[in-house]
T-cell receptor, first 111, second 108 residues
Framework: DAGVTQSPTHLIKTRGQHVTLRCSPI?????VSWYQQVLGQGPQFIFQ???????GRGNFPDRFSARQFPNYSSELNVNALLLGDSALYLC??????????FGNGTRLTVT | GIQVEQSPPDLILQEGANSTLRCNFS?????LQWFHQNPWGQLINLFY???GTKQNGRLSATTVATERYSLLYISSSQTTDSGVYFC??????????FGAGTRLTVKP
């Protein structure tokens, strides 16, 4: 079975632009979470979705939004990009919110 | 919110040595997991262990929920064990909090 897949793997954007990151969970997993990992730090929780409903939101500005589709895939959107948004964005899926399985991440660079 | 502290921050070992990594958390948790992040950034789940003891090959973990800590043991370390080890906890707010990690370097 395929693991969690994320696209794109790398992305370079300019300040003020918008970005959309995509995630496909492991087959059968209905929960998807998004994390931001800045170099040298642990991942920081952004959102959790379960059955297409937002179940949790971390301490991130409203420029960050997400949604989950009927097939349980998910998108993370970031508007008005800032230099500080440069990071590795990780998606994780789980069955009933238990063991997290992470994708390989999208490395976003904002210039 | 819940605080997670990991120690030591850095650890350097010779191949074949054993090590113990610690995770302290500030409140009751219903979910605790250990992860290994390899040098390419991939996060691999090692254990789901909100309480008790588990073993998987050379790795084992113990969580003492009443005393709010968890330990990860690595025996007979190999160079491929190098990377960053993270502890993450959830206090039922659907918000997994990660510690700052322990960076392990295993030298041949």
């Amino acid at each position: 079975d395929a693991g969690v897949t994320q696209s794109p793997t790398h992305l370079i954007k300019t300040r003020g632009q918008h970005v959309t990151l995509r995630c496909s969970p492991i087959s059968g997993h209905k929960s998807v979470s998004w994390y931001q990992q800045v170099l040298g730090q642990g991942p920081q929780f952004i959102f959790q979705y379960y059955e297409k409903e937002e179940r949790g939101r971390g301490n991130f500005p409203d420029r960050f939004s997400a949604r989950q589709f009927p097939n349980y895939s998910s998108e993370l959107n970031v508007n008005a990009l800032l230099l500080g948004d440069s990071a590795l964005y990780l998606c994780a899926s789980s069955s009933q919110g238990l063991t997290l399985h992470f994708g390989n991440g999208t490395r976003l660079t904002v210039t | 919110g819940i605080q997670v502290e990991q120690s030591p921050p850095d650890l350097i070992l010779q191949e074949g040595a054993n090590s113990t990594l610690r995770c302290n958390f500030s409140d009751s948790v219903n979910n605790l997991q250990w992860f290994h992040q390899n040098p390419w950034g991939q996060l691999i789940n090692l254990f789901y262990i909100p309480s008790g003891t588990k073993q998987n090959g050379r790795l084992s973990a113990t969580t003492v929920a009443t005393e709010r800590y968890s330990l990860l043991y690595i025996s007979s370390s190999q160079t491929t064990d190098s990377g960053v080890y993270f502890c993450a906890v959830d206090d039922n707010n659907n918000d997994m909090r990660f510690g700052a990690g322990t960076r392990l370097t295993v030298k041949p």
